[in-house]
């Protein structure tokens, strides 16, 4: 909360001010909560103090230059990050008040409920069928195959994809188009029922049609799921999320509202990203 | 002088080193596709008399009294091994050539045959008893390796005499002397006698080595992969065991020879000259080559796959047999039959171990005294007998015919799986 208050003092704070974070980075009812997280890469520190709290069934935009963190951010949250030798993170990071880094922690549970997106499609070279059932299969969410079957089905049509390849479930999924693709990797995520979905850039890949229907996902998606997405398009963060928060080198900058922040940002390295001045 | 003329000044430079570059390339590739055909043409030439035999036909007389047997009772297993079989064919040479009488002449005319050929009229007649006491069977014997020789390739050497080649000479009058397809070259094991030396129990041997060599490195090569590139904590211990890998790939085949005498032999005592200690002298040997080409093709593997399998919240253990190994399949096969490949083909340990011995039955498992297809080479090649060169080539041949189709099958099984992906 301290965090939070001392920023309200001053509404555009001075440039390569990374002294707090500017805005509601805090709130009641958290499904997330960061607080005072530092992330190593052995000797280079890539995250600096940040706290920030995301909520239930709400989409957060993670935006800001290149190398600033953000993608290192949403990693720590499933600890995807501890697939690298020497990265290091402390700090107090939860998932509904459970300890994320905590030795009893188990990761593999941990990504069963917090799932990935990965910026570039990659489905397994499999039928488009295997892959939606292997995160069940793993896991023995099914009893039986047509339990299966019926997962596989709800989870592509979630996905909104289930039209398109209903007559071709045991195609390999790598013979799908760019867009398809990454709404069978996200189809693949549901199928899991995850409580939360990290998204890292998910259609910076894509062309201007497949993005628009991820990005209607996306807003569907709210209803059953957290979401986090890390995004290099405003446009984008304006429109499919509720929050957005800020990075730059490191540091969580401003935090706030969607339409607060691209309407009225307090502070101004937010300010010169959102209207274009770098990034 | 603006910049497109300087450009165009040095453009003429830059294609002809180009022009040049290739030129030395074709002329690379061109030499060595020369003294490849060179070698093959070479080989080839000289194995082909190996893959036929010289036979003459002879009548064998095999009425009781020239079997010696008496005509009241059956004749039974130990009459039978009692006939004087060297003497019915020694009777049958002389009953073509009447006018032989001298004993010195008599000695060359039963040089015609090889001496193996009492060996197929003791075989004929045990499987057939109901010729005894009949007419005289005409049979095709092999003849001896010198006439072999001189009746195929038609040159005299100072192996075959005078008389003898009036001797041939009267055969191929009557039509008693033909060649034929030499099956026995594959269906017998090694002889003293070059017409009756055959390959089958190299090609056998070869076979069990190189079993006990695929079960033993491949599942270890494989693991011992997976372990380092995927599970190894990034530590010097590491480091060092990788380091000696990559130096063991590059230790001379012999010393593992060595190894496998002192450590198998002399230490565990397993048998001398064993498929089996050839085979495990051989792992050793090809596990450097397993292991560091499955390493890299496990490396290969794109990690946005192996992130994909983890973000589902697969075990790594999951991750890396579900979705890492498959995609590195293609490479690890491709290593291992390499590694085969070149097992199949290697010698010099095999020698330290006692697989150099001659051997005349085919081994019947991994115990059995062997040798391998390699060695064999190296055995005849050292052999005085002229017939011994055909033979020779011949069985490298047959070994590059088996390595051919080795990487025959690497390349299509990397094919297969690259197509499954």
């Not at chain 2, 390339?25 to 082909?48: H, N, Q, R």
């Not at chain 2, 006939?83 to 000695?107: D, H, M, S």
């Amino acid at each position: 909360m301290q965090q939070g208050l001392t920023s309200e003092a001053g509404s555009v704070a001075g440039l390569n001010n990374f002294e707090a974070t500017i805005g509601e980075n805090l709130i009641d009812d958290a499904k997330i909560s960061v607080r005072h997280a530092d992330v190593f890469y052995g000797e280079k520190q890539a995250i600096f103090d940040t706290s920030l709290d995301i909520g239930r069934n709400q989409v957060i935009a993670l935006i800001g230059p290149s190398g600033c963190g953000k993608s290192t951010f949403l990693r720590t949250l499933n600890r995807m990050n501890d697939t690298i030798a020497d990265c290091r993170v402390s700090g107090s990071l939860t998932l509904d008040g459970e300890d994320i880094y905590d030795k009893k922690m188990d990761p593999v549970l941990l990504r069963a409920r917090v799932g990935m997106v990965f910026q570039k499609p990659n489905p397994f070279p499999k039928s488009i069928y295997d892959n939606v059932a292997y995160g069940p299969r793993i896991h023995g969410l099914a009893r039986s195959n047509a339990e299966l079957d019926e997962i596989v089905i709800t989870s592509l049509e979630k996905a909104g994809l289930f039209e398109e390849v209903k007559d071709r479930l045991t195609a390999p999924g790598t013979s799908l188009s760019g867009g398809q693709q990454q709404r069978l990797c996200i189809a693949r995520t549901i199928a899991v029922s995850p409580e939360v979905i990290l998204m890292d850039e998910p259609a910076s890949a894509l062309d201007p049609i497949a993005t628009a229907i991820i990005e209607e996902l996306i807003d569907e998606l709210r209803e059953n799921f957290t979401i986090a997405i890390v995004t290099h398009s405003m446009q984008q963060a304006a429109r499919v999320s509720q929050r957005t928060a800020y990075f730059h080198l490191g540091h969580l900058v401003e935090v706030g509202e969607t339409s607060r922040i691209f309407t009225n940002p307090r502070h101004q390295m937010t300010e010169n990203y959102i209207t274009g001045k770098f990034g | 002088m603006n910049n497109t003329e300087i450009v165009k000044q040095g453009l003429k430079k830059r294609y002809a080193r180009e022009k040049r570059f290739q030129l030395y390339g074709k002329l690379a590739v061109l030499s060595g596709f020369v003294f490849l055909v060179i070698l093959l043409f070479d080989i080839t030439s000289k194995a082909w008399p190996a893959f036929s035999v010289t036979e003459i036909l002879l009548e064998i007389p095999v009425d009781h009294e020239s079997l010696g047997l008496s005509k009241d009772s059956e004749p039974n297993e130990e009459a039978l091994s009692g006939i004087n079989y060297a003497g019915l064919v020694k009777q049958a040479i002389r009953n073509v050539f009447p006018e032989v009488t001298k004993r010195q002449q008599k000695k060359l005319l039963y040089r015609l045959v090889s001496s193996g050929a009492e060996f197929e009229i003791k075989q004929m007649m045990g499987e057939n008893t109901d010729l005894i006491g009949g007419e005289p069977v005409s049979v095709w014997v092999k003849a001896d390796d010198d006439i072999d020789t001189y009746y195929k390739l038609e040159t005299v050497t100072s192996r075959v005499k005078g008389e003898q080649v009036r001797f041939i000479e009267k055969l191929k009058a009557e039509g008693r002397i033909q060649t034929s397809f030499n099956i026995d070259f594959f269906t017998t094991s090694d002889s003293r006698e070059p017409e009756q030396a055959g390959i089958r129990g190299a090609l056998v041997g070869s076979f069990w080595t190189l079993l006990v060599t695929l079960l033993v490195s491949l599942p270890v090569g494989i693991a011992a992969a997976i372990y380092l590139e995927e599970f190894a904590p990034q530590n010097k211990i590491t480091d060092f065991v990788e380091i000696n890998i990559n130096n063991l790939a590059a230790v001379p085949s012999i010393v593992f020879g060595l190894l496998g005498l002192a450590v198998f032999i002399s230490f565990f005592g397993l048998p001398r000259s064993a498929p089996l200690v050839g085979g495990l002298v051989l792992s050793l040997m090809t596990l450097p080559t397993i292991i560091i080409s499955s390493r890299a093709a496990i490396k290969s593997v794109p990690p946005s796959l192996k992130e994909a399998a983890l973000g589902l919240g697969a075990s790594h253990m999951q991750t890396v047999f579900h979705h890492v190994l498959p995609q590195a399949m293609p490479g690890v096969l491709t290593g291992a039959i390499i590694g085969m490949a070149q097992a199949l083909g290697e010698t010099a340990p095999l020698l330290m171990i006692g697989m150099v011995a001659f051997i005349v039955d085919v081994p019947g498992g991994i115990f059995d005294s062997a040798t391998v297809l390699p060695v064999q080479i190296f055995l005849w090649s050292d052999s005085p007998e002229r017939a011994f060169t055909a033979l020779t080539a011949a069985t490298i041949l047959v070994l590059l015919a088996f390595l051919t189709l080795m990487n025959a099958l690497a390349i299509f099984l990397r094919n297969y799986f690259e197509k499954k992906r």
